[in-house]
């Protein structure tokens, strides 16, 4: 087995494990070798013609599921579009959250399937913890931390430094690269939650993806 197959195997192997624990906290999981068949295992679930809400994600963006949903005739709701007034964007905010599905990722994921994440405005985590439609985690292998307190770790110290960067945030961790635990006011890291079961009376499904994907 080369170098290539071993990495590949491994991480089949990591993330069938975790696919395994989540599924004992009540999510429907699988594991998908690649970001073409993630993308594909999403389209598989979602009907035609539903409304899906889409939050800042770069996980699902960079998979390329957003045209596909739209080629099969779905409406997304996303903020994320630019030039967006106000009105507009709180629209959209409301159509993510009241959407038939709701698809994201996860700043990290440890190994006994706790999902961790960090939110600035708080919607995003928001309609993971409640909202009438069901959810789809798609995570990329690199997401994987071996207990809850890494999986923080890895938000604060991974995840956000590189968001703060892309919003031109002006935060004590865009200069070093990692977390400060700062007071600045554009800080992004304000809402932390820790998933650990599938939320009561919701369809909760997560694809973990054998590629790294996102921050």
């Not at 990722?105 to 939110?119: K, R």
Request: with cysteine; charged share 25%; aromatic share 4%.
């Amino acid at each position: 087995m080369n170098t290539s197959e071993a990495k590949k195997a491994s991480n089949r192997k990591l993330g069938e494990s975790v696919c395994k624990a989540l599924e004992a906290r009540g999510f429907s999981a699988q594991y998908a070798e690649s970001a073409e068949a993630a993308c594909e295992r999403a389209l598989e679930m979602i009907e035609e013609g539903a409304t899906v809400g889409i939050p800042g994600t770069v996980t699902v963006r960079e998979i390329g599921l957003m045209e596909r949903l739209e080629e099969k005739g779905c409406k997304i709701s996303e903020h994320w579009l630019p030039d967006m007034s106000p009105a507009e964007r709180t629209a959209a905010l409301l159509g993510e959250l009241q959407a038939d599905w709701f698809v994201t990722s996860a700043n990290a994921l440890s190994m006994d399937g706790t999902i961790v994440n960090i939110d600035g405005a708080g919607n995003r985590v928001a309609v993971m913890s409640w909202a009438p439609g069901k959810i789809i985690y798609i995570v990329g292998i690199n997401k994987i931390s071996s207990d809850v307190h890494s999986a923080i770790k890895r938000a604060r110290d991974i995840a956000s430094p590189p968001n703060a960067l892309r919003l031109a945030r002006k935060t004590p961790c865009t200069a070093t690269g990692h977390c400060m635990d700062c007071n600045s006011p554009e800080r992004i890291c304000r809402v932390v939650t820790l998933i650990e079961r599938a939320p009561l009376g919701r369809e909760c499904h997560v694809i973990i993806v054998g590629e790294e994907l996102g921050y």
